[in-house]
């Protein structure tokens, strides 16, 4: 069974930078487009970033510039740096990626998320 983990989140004051990560486990055959979406209390979640399998990178109005996202192919991992966050940038992120378990069939898989909370 494929799962993500997510890692990293945490309280941190306004201007300041986190690094969350995301670990994919499990038996795959490969995994393509990964990204990362934010749902904060109240709202619907939504795309923050997202990085297709050869690196193509998209970001969602609000975060670019501040936030960066890669991955490591060889590690089965994604990665999204946070730098001069905000307060609006608090919510629970979560990890996502299209993840091929046989050559044909694939699995839109969710990680449980990981809390980042912005002071001011």
């Known amino acids: 069974q494929v799962q993500l983990v997510e890692s990293g989140g945490d309280l941190v004051q306004a201007g300041g930078s986190l690094r969350l990560s995301c670990a994919a486990s499990?038996?795959?055959?490969?995994?393509?487009?990964m990204g990362w979406y934010r749902q904060a209390p109240g709202k619907q979640r939504e795309l923050v970033a997202f990085?297709?399998?050869?690196?193509?990178?998209n970001y969602t109005d609000s975060v670019k510039g501040r936030f960066t996202i890669s991955r490591d192919n060889a590690k089965r991992m994604v990665y999204l740096q946070m730098t001069s966050l905000k307060p609006e940038d608090t919510a629970v992120y979560y990890c996502n990626a299209v993840i091929l378990t046989t050559a044909w069939q694939s699995r839109n898989t969710w990680g449980q998320g990981t809390q980042v909370t912005v002071s001011s």
């Open positions: 499990g038996s795959m055959f490969r995994i393509d487009d």
């Open positions: 990085i297709t399998r050869g690196g193509n990178k």
